[in-house]
């Protein structure tokens, strides 16, 4: 199991101090791994259980792994962010009483770059032969903020990656380049049905390019 130092994690911890987020969700998964994915950032259910995509969305994502013969021991699991973004929001209960709770929210950029430094470091340490980015937040993150998932899905790029530059305070091309596979958010489901056809296409079109480099 790949595991990044606990100086590191500490880091990263202190570097998001301040910022409306909660938890604390390492990567998880082998030295070698068939594949990494970079999802957005952990929710509810992770920060519960501190294992990346343990809920809903983790479920999907795990389906569609079986899909290519994979489990979650096979993959590298990791995200832009490693807390928890939320919002305070309100919740209508059954019986009309209003309550406030805590609502998942997609990382600012501030918070990306808090955490760029654990993530440029588990790409380096581990050289996974594809990057499968999970949603724009992912993509956007090691490719920039002009790529979408919705132009970019389902076809495997060679590019460098951005990596952050503490003292230029600035995302940097990557010197090596990696392979990067961008598709939807498992999650994007949920909200967007037709969707996921296009994912299912994806992750067959990735099955296919893992097995013809075998
Ligand atoms: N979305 C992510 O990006 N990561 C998780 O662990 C869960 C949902």
């Known amino acids: 199991m790949y595991k ?16 409306p987020v909660e938890g604390f969700v390492r990567g998880e998964g082998p030295n070698n ?12 259910n992770e920060v519960e259980t ?11 994502l795990m389906a569609s792994l079986a899909s290519i013969g994979l489990s979650r021991e096979d993959v590298y699991i ?35 770059i808090a955490h760029a430094p654990i993530l440029d470091t588990e790409i380096r340490d581990i ?4 990057i499968v980015t ?7 993150r090691l490719v920039g903020p002009q790529a979408k998932v919705t132009q ?3 076809v495997l790029m060679e590019t460098p990656v951005l ?3 503490e003292e230029a305070q600035a995302f940097e091309a990557s010197e090596n380049n990696y392979h990067i596979f961008p598709t939807f958010h498992p999650a994007s489901v949920f909200y967007n049905p037709p969707v996921r056809a296009l994912k299912e296409g994806d992750w067959r079109r990735l099955g296919d390019l893992l097995h013809s480099k075998k």
Do not use: C
């Open 4 to 19: 990044i130092s606990d100086e590191l994690a500490a880091n990263g911890i202190k570097r998001i101090e301040g910022f």
């Open 33 to 44: 791994p068939a594949l990494m994915l970079v999802g957005e950032a952990p929710g509810e």
């Open 50 to 60: 501190g294992i990346p995509f343990t809920g809903r969305a983790g479920k999907e």
């Open 78 to 112: 990791t995200s832009a962010v490693r807390s928890r973004p939320y919002k305070w929001g309100q919740k209508k209960q059954r019986n009309g009483e209003v309550v406030e709770r805590k609502y998942n929210r997609a990382p600012t950029k501030k918070e990306i």
């Open 127 to 130: 050289h996974p032969p594809i």
């Open 134 to 140: 999970l949603g724009n937040v992912g993509l956007q």
């Open 152 to 154: 970019l899905h389902g």
């Open 163 to 165: 990596m952050w530059n």
